[in-house]
């Protein structure tokens, strides 16, 4: 008897909360750590816009520790959008504050990601950063160096097979 009373509940409030305007509500945050474990999973799950959210609010209003972190993953996630203005910016912000967070492998690792989603400019800004802070980097990164020389050259559709870029 109790399910024929709750079945109609339940299925008026789904009916509700499927209604209306279709567009995602901005995610509102007010602990920073909360608001990193919150972007985690929502870059986690693809939802890009909260992600970005929550490690903008953890940038801002954690301690020292949580907000590198949260500069590296938001550098990371705009890299992987395809948004190089903001992941210059983003990059900027951490080779100032936090260069500690910035070792030879994190930065072959975002010269792979660079190439990956083919955004030569921001490429060449880690390239330039990684060559004057390490200069025996320059093997580890060659041919990511190549790679944005002919991103920027022949454009987004260039050929990185050779390379060994996957989808070339």
Same mark, same amino acid.
């Given at each position: 008897?109790?399910?024929?009373?709750?079945?109609? =509940?339940?299925?008026?409030?789904?009916?509700?909360?499927?209604?209306? +305007? %279709?567009? &995602?509500?901005?995610?509102?945050?007010?602990?920073?750590?909360?608001?990193?474990?919150?972007? $985690?999973?929502?870059?986690?799950?693809?939802?890009?816009?909260?992600?970005?959210?929550?490690? &903008?609010?953890?940038?801002?209003?954690?301690?020292?520790?949580?907000?590198?972190?949260?500069?590296?993953?938001?550098?990371?996630?705009? #890299?992987?959008?395809?948004? &190089?203005?903001?992941?210059?910016?983003?990059?900027? @912000? #951490?080779?100032? &504050?936090?260069?500690?967070?910035? +070792?030879? $492998?994190?930065?072959? %690792?975002?010269?792979?990601?660079?190439?990956?989603?083919?955004?030569?400019? #921001?490429?060449?800004? #880690?390239?330039?950063?990684?060559?004057?802070?390490?200069? $025996?980097?320059? %093997?580890?990164?060659?041919?990511?160096?190549?790679?944005?020389? @002919? =991103? @920027?050259?022949?454009?987004?559709?260039?050929?990185? %097979?050779? =390379?060994?870029?996957?989808?070339?």
């Amino acid at each position: 008897m109790r399910f024929t009373h709750t079945l109609p =509940l339940v299925l008026v409030l789904g009916l509700a909360a499927c209604s209306g +305007d %279709s567009k &995602e509500t901005a995610a509102t945050f007010t602990d920073p750590v909360a608001a990193m474990d919150q972007a $985690d999973a929502a870059a986690a799950s693809g939802n890009a816009a909260t992600a970005q959210a929550g490690y &903008e609010y953890a940038a801002e209003n954690g301690d020292t520790k949580l907000q590198g972190d949260a500069l590296l993953a938001l550098l990371n996630l705009n #890299i992987n959008e395809g948004l &190089e203005e903001a992941a210059t910016s983003v990059f900027g @912000r #951490i080779s100032n &504050e936090f260069a500690d967070r910035l +070792d030879a $492998d994190r930065l072959v %690792s975002l010269c792979d990601s660079a190439v990956s989603n083919k955004l030569a400019g #921001i490429g060449d800004e #880690i390239v330039a950063y990684a060559m004057q802070t390490y200069p $025996d980097i320059t %093997s580890r990164i060659a041919k990511q160096s190549i790679a944005f020389e @002919r =991103l @920027r050259t022949d454009g987004p559709s260039a050929d990185l %097979s050779d =390379l060994g870029y996957a989808g070339d």
